[in-house]
């Protein structure tokens, strides 16, 4: 199994979040954590009136 696999599957059961990274992604990284604090403070209502990119992954994955 890839560990891509693995973290999906770990993801799904936890109902958290799994997304990918390209080789020197530290700006989509620190967007992602960006994202992820604008969540912790203000919920799903914060998180989509982010409309970043990564705002749009994370949210796309809680559907799951």
Do not use: C, I
């Amino acid at each position: 199994m890839l560990a891509a696999q693995v973290f999906g599957e770990m993801a799904r059961l936890t109902k958290g979040a799994h997304l990918k990274f390209a080789a020197g992604s530290a700006r989509e990284l620190a967007e992602l954590l960006r994202a992820v604090a604008v969540f912790a403070a203000g919920g799903l209502t914060a998180l989509a009136d982010l409309r970043t990119d990564s705002a749009k992954k994370l949210l796309e994955q809680m559907k799951k």
